[in-house]
Nanobody, 117 residues
Framework: QVQLVESGGGLVQAGGSLRLSCAAS????????MGWFRQAPGKERERVAA????????LYADSVKDRFTISRDNAKNTVFLQMNSLKPEDTAVYYC??????????WGQGTQVTVSS
C-alpha cells in the first residue's frame, strides 16, 4: 500500500520560512517524479515544484521560483519543499504526489500552510 505523508505545515508570518516533508512508503521515490502541489480556497490546484526521477532535474512555478526549493533524500525515501520569503498568497493546502509517464499516480493527504501579513 502506497502512502505519502506530508508534514511541516503551519502558521508563519510573511517573510518567514517553512520546510515541508513528504515521507513515502510502499514505493521507492527514486523511481518516480515527485511533486508538490497546492490548492487555496476557491482556486484550482497548481503544481508548485517537481523533481524528476532520474538526474534530479527540477521545475518551479513562476510564482515560487527563487523562493522555494524541492529536494529528495532517496535514503530516507522523503521529499522536501523548502519555502523561504513566504507571502500571504502562498497560503494553501500543500500536497505531495508521485508520478511517472507524465501522470501523478499517488497523492498525500495534504498539510495546511498559512502565511499571515
Amino acid at each position: 500500500q502506497v502512502q505519502l505523508v506530508e508534514s511541516g505545515g503551519g502558521l508563519v508570518q510573511a517573510g518567514g520560512s517553512l520546510r515541508l516533508s513528504c515521507a513515502a512508503s510502499g514505493l521507492t521515490i527514486s523511481r518516480y517524479a515527485m511533486g508538490w502541489f497546492r490548492q487555496a480556497p476557491g482556486k484550482e490546484r497548481e503544481r508548485v515544484a517537481a523533481i524528476t526521477a532520474l538526474g534530479g532535474g527540477t521545475l518551479y512555478a513562476d510564482s515560487v521560483k527563487d523562493r522555494f526549493t524541492i529536494s529528495r533524500d532517496n535514503a530516507k525515501n522523503t521529499v522536501f519543499l523548502q519555502m523561504n520569503s513566504l507571502k500571504p498568497e502562498d497560503t494553501a493546502v500543500y500536497y505531495c504526489a508521485a508520478g511517472s509517464n507524465r501522470e501523478w499516480h499517488y497523492w498525500g493527504q495534504g498539510t495546511q500552510v498559512t502565511v499571515s501579513s
